[in-house]
Structure formats: structure tokens, C-alpha cells
Nanobody, 122 residues
Framework: QVQLVESGGGLVQPGGSLTLSCAAA????????VGWFRQAPGNAREFVGR????????SYADSVKGRFTISRDNTKNTVYLQMNSLKLEDTGVYYC???????????????WGRGTQVTVSS
């Protein structure tokens, strides 16, 4: 059983940056695909980006491409989501998730964190 804990959320002005962390316990992240998702009030949870098991390949939603970067620190068993040039529409609760098999969508992830709030506001 893998436990995922997100941290690093907060209040930031438009154009600012935040780095979210996803720390894992009970499992080794390099053996999982790790994804980031977000959910704004009244909206469905949406895909933000993902990292493959080897840590060599990432993919991102078009809405964040070029602004967000996913990375991993194996020594800390932690995955990061670096968010730059933040926009009002980036506001939401951000979740990390881990999948043992190559996931096609949110339903394919086996483990989820509880989320961390990101608010972009002037």
C-alpha cells in the first residue's frame, strides 16, 4: 500500500511560481507511473501531467505545457510539480497519483494523495 502526501500549495499572484511535492511511503516511486491532477470548484478532476517509471518521459496537458515541469528525486522518494507563470485558471486542489501499470486515465491510477490547495489570485 502506497501512501502519497502532497505539499507546497498556497496563495500566489498571477505570474508567480510554486513547487508542489508528492512524497511516497510504503512504496518506491521509480516503480510507479506518477501523475498530477487538479480540480477546481465545480469542475471535474483534470489531468495535469505525468512521469513514466524510469523518469525519462513526461507528458502534460496543453493548458500547462511549457509552464509546468514534473521531476523526481529518487533519494527522497518524491515527485515534484514545478509551476511557473501561474494563471488564475490554475487555481484548484492538486493531487498526485501513482499507477503500477501504464495509465490511460485517472481511473487507472491505484493510489491517490489527499491533495494540496493552490490559489492564484491578485
Amino acid at each position: 500500500q502506497v501512501q502519497l502526501v502532497e505539499s507546497g500549495g498556497g496563495l500566489v499572484q498571477p505570474g508567480g511560481s510554486l513547487t508542489l511535492s508528492c512524497a511516497a511511503a510504503g512504496g518506491t516511486l521509480p516503480t510507479y507511473f506518477v501523475g498530477w491532477f487538479r480540480q477546481a470548484p465545480g469542475n471535474a478532476r483534470e489531468f495535469v501531467g505525468r512521469l513514466n517509471r524510469s523518469g525519462t518521459r513526461t507528458s502534460y496537458a496543453d493548458s500547462v505545457k511549457g509552464r509546468f515541469t514534473i521531476s523526481r528525486d529518487n533519494t527522497k522518494n518524491t515527485v515534484y510539480l514545478q509551476m511557473n507563470s501561474l494563471k488564475l485558471e490554475d487555481t484548484g486542489v492538486y493531487y498526485c497519483a501513482a499507477a503500477q501499470m501504464d495509465p490511460f486515465g485517472a481511473a487507472d491510477y491505484d493510489y491517490w494523495g489527499r491533495g494540496t490547495q493552490v490559489t492564484v489570485s491578485s
